[in-house]
């Protein structure tokens, strides 16, 4: 199945906020990583990151990572006059998703506090306004 | 869609034209038109408070991506919501009104990669100083002569001028003012780069240097030059220069609080920005959003008159525009030194026909409260300051000369100009103050 990360970026996103204003902190906290991770992939995309040859569904290396990495690569990646204006969104210094990782979904409820899943709620909102900047911008259709 | 191609400067009329059809649909809608031209609609809310209307969406969709071909999109992709912006609701903030009508308002938000600064607003100005921006159109036409023998001449009546040379890409006052020996570690293109990782602090107290051209009166010259001797690489930091910071400050807004820390230490009674030649960002910030005071030079060729209508005419759309225009002034560059007379005659029409079309109001000059001038006012924007081409200005190197600056030259080529400009940018200011 092709990879759609816009759709999928809103889908986790509106699953998560629905989540999260009824208290369930763990698996709301899971789907705003994956909201930002998709949002991100989302813009690179278009402003030209390639696809691994090998497995057309994946994003080349080193971009075939989970938000709490990608969020430090997008500045790196972001290069010229278009890609900077987004890359200056966001903050490198301060990943937001740091201590977010994909396999706390195998752990317990309990280990994943509200504070978190606000901060990556947060995270997954300045995320979002990338998105939809590139999308004004026209470079998403 | 027709057989004709839609081209850019015709789409923007033909979805006005579209939108208009639809006008009991919202009150506000604002067309996007993005960084390639293409155009599509913003509505305002969520596509569900649409519902009950969305064969007309449907219509207007078809409609707009069949009138605007190549600057369109298709139908499905044509309509955006504001609501799904939500996160983004400051990015509609540099939206202006198109059209107003049948109860609708229709926004423009125009998506640039450049060129932004010309159309918005001011920053809110700490200075205390008055700031003037000389700026051309064109480059070769004797701009940066012109600002070193007026600041040269602002010194021997004792003031103090502070000078940007922001004409990074053709950097030329930097050098004029200063010897080799007399430069700076560092200049403007530093700092940028090194505020762009929080460090710009460290190195201002090494940008700054006192022109040895105004030794001996009781004023001075200091500059900040473009580069300073310790710059090394110039391209590539010129390369980042125009880069919004991580606290994502627009560049235009880390330009203002240089100039600002640096007025706030020295105290100037007058700042003056060397603005590159052209319709370039740099200009956008120092003409029209750092509250100077700008002469706008121009030589009387068709091709001047093209450009700067090209600028005008972008300036009508300006919120602004009535303070922007009272701050403006047309100065006639490399007068010949023959029939003196009749070519300044010739350069006012063809400055008051410019300032007609773009900035006048178009009502007759004696009507109350209205901005326009006659040909022949001699306090008019439109009404020539001249500099007289001087052989003593060609190849001008006044650092490198014994006797520098002669007053005698000075009067002579710009004495005019120089009387015009100081009452311009000191009006208002209280000369006690400014000793």
């Given at each position: ?5 816009r759709d999928?970026a809103t889908r986790?996103f509106e699953?998560?906020n629905h ?109 979002r306004?990338?998105l939809k900047i590139?999308e004004l911008?026209g470079?998403i259709k | ?13 033909k979805a006005l034209e579209t939108v208009k059809q639809f006008h009991g649909l919202a009150q506000e809608i604002t067309l996007v038109r993005d960084?390639?031209?293409r155009i599509r609609l913003l509505l305002p809310g969520s596509a569900v408070d649409y519902r009950n209307k969305e064969r007309t969406i449907k219509r207007l969709a078809a409609a707009l991506s069949a009138a605007l071909?190549?600057?369109g999109f298709p139908p499905e992709q044509m309509i955006l919501y504001n609501e799904a912006l939500a996160v983004a609701a400051?990015e509609l903030?540099?939206r202006?009104a198109l059209d107003q009508s049948d109860g609708m308002t229709i926004h423009l938000l125009?998506r ?324």
């Amino acid at each position: 199945m092709p990879v759609d990360y816009r759709d999928a970026a809103t889908r986790h996103f509106e699953d998560a906020n629905h989540l999260h204003s009824v208290g369930r902190w763990a698996n709301a906290d899971h789907l705003f990583g994956l909201s930002a991770e998709c949002a991100l992939k989302a813009v690179m995309l278009a402003l030209g990151m390639g696809m691994d040859p090998k497995k057309p569904d994946k994003p080349e290396a080193p971009y075939a990572v989970h938000i709490d990495k990608l969020w430090m690569q997008f500045p790196a990646f972001a290069s010229g006059r278009q890609a900077a204006k987004y890359a200056v969104l966001m903050d490198p210094q301060l990943n937001p998703f740091q201590s977010w990782d994909v396999n706390q979904r195998y752990h317990h409820r309990s280990e994943i506090t509200r504070e978190m899943a606000d901060q990556h709620k947060d995270g997954a909102e300045r995320a979002r306004a990338v998105l939809k900047i590139a999308e004004l911008d026209g470079v998403i259709k | 869609m027709s057989g004709h191609p839609v081209f850019f400067e015709q789409a923007l009329t033909k979805a006005l034209e579209t939108v208009k059809q639809f006008h009991g649909l919202a009150q506000e809608i604002t067309l996007v038109r993005d960084f390639r031209g293409r155009i599509r609609l913003l509505l305002p809310g969520s596509a569900v408070d649409y519902r009950n209307k969305e064969r007309t969406i449907k219509r207007l969709a078809a409609a707009l991506s069949a009138a605007l071909g190549g600057y369109g999109f298709p139908p499905e992709q044509m309509i955006l919501y504001n609501e799904a912006l939500a996160v983004a609701a400051n990015e509609l903030s540099d939206r202006f009104a198109l059209d107003q009508s049948d109860g609708m308002t229709i926004h423009l938000l125009d998506r640039q990669i450049t060129g932004q600064d010309w159309l918005k607003d001011p920053f809110a100005s700490q200075n205390s100083n008055p700031r003037a921006t000389l700026f051309g159109v064109k480059g070769g036409v004797g701009r940066s002569t012109a600002l070193i023998i007026w600041a040269w001449h602002l010194a021997q009546r004792g003031k103090k001028v502070l000078v940007f040379d922001l004409d990074l890409e053709s950097p030329g006052v930097s050098s004029t003012l200063l010897p080799l020996e007399a430069m700076p570690d560092f200049g403007i293109v530093d700092w940028f780069v090194e505020d762009g990782v929080g460090q710009g602090d460290l190195i201002t107290p090494e940008m700054l240097a006192v022109s040895p051209l105004a030794s001996g009166s009781r004023g001075d010259i200091k500059i900040v030059p473009a580069f300073g001797s310790k710059t090394g690489e110039y391209l590539p930091k010129l390369a980042r220069c125009y880069a919004q910071s991580a606290e994502a400050a627009s560049w235009g807004e880390r330009l203002e609080w240089m100039v600002t820390s640096f007025e706030r230490n020295e105290q100037p009674d007058l700042v003056l920005l060397d603005s590159r030649a052209g319709v370039h960002d740099i200009a956008a910030v120092a003409i029209t959003r750092m509250n100077a005071f700008s002469l706008l030079f121009a030589v009387d060729s068709a091709q001047t008159w093209r450009a700067y209508s090209f600028l005008f005419n972008h300036w009508k759309r300006h919120a602004r525009l009535s303070d922007l225009r009272q701050r403006m002034q047309i100065v006639a560059a490399m007068v010949p030194e023959t029939n003196r007379g009749e070519h300044l005659k010739r350069f006012r029409e063809h400055a008051w026909d410019l300032f007609r079309e773009g900035l006048y109001d178009e009502v007759p000059a004696e009507a109350a409260d209205a901005f326009t001038f006659d040909l022949n006012d001699e306090e008019a924007p439109h009404y020539p300051a001249p500099v007289f081409w001087h052989r003593a200005l060609q190849e001008f190197e006044p650092c490198a000369q014994a006797e520098g600056i002669e007053g005698k030259m000075a009067a002579e080529a710009m004495g005019l100009f120089m009387d015009r400009a100081d009452r311009l940018v000191f009006a208002g200011v209280d000369e006690d103050n400014a000793k």
